[in-house]
């Protein structure tokens, strides 16, 4: 069965850090590639960070550039995506996300991505 499973999110101060942590089972991790997602109350999902399961490649929003580190750990079939200097605007949930089989499209796209966990709620405050 394919799981992917969130953690790491909450509130914190705008210019705070959190680490998000996206466990994903090992069917799941042999997935051409992984991605972040947010959505805020009233707005489409979209694309924060992606990485690429073999070789690392990463592709973030330009909204994140500079703030926000995806990362990957293949031992523990696990994704981070490292939050810093956060802003108000930032407030999201946050998904993970898979494309298992063929890599097709944009890789910040949710449209490219076949499997989703549940998400995790980050809240920034001023």
């Known amino acids: 069965q394919v799981q992917l499973v969130e953690s790491g999110g909450g509130s914190v101060q705008a210019g705070g850090s959190l680490r998000l942590s996206c466990a994903a089972s090992?069917?799941?991790?042999?997935?051409?590639?992984m991605g972040w997602f947010r959505q805020a109350p009233g707005k489409e999902r979209e694309g924060v960070a992606a990485i690429y399961t073999s070789g690392g490649s990463t592709y973030y929003a330009d909204s994140v550039k500079g703030r926000f580190t995806i990362s990957q750990d293949n031992t523990k079939n696990t994704v981070y995506l490292q939050m810093n200097s956060l802003k108000p605007e930032d407030t999201a949930m946050y998904y993970c996300?898979?494309?298992?089989?063929?890599?097709?499209?944009?890789?910040?796209?949710?449209?490219?991505?076949?499997?989703w966990g549940q998400g995790t709620q980050v809240t920034v405050s001023t």
């Open positions: 090992e069917y799941t991790y042999s997935s051409n590639r």
């Open positions: 996300a898979a494309r298992v089989g063929s890599s097709v499209g944009w890789p910040l796209l949710p449209g490219t991505y076949n499997h």
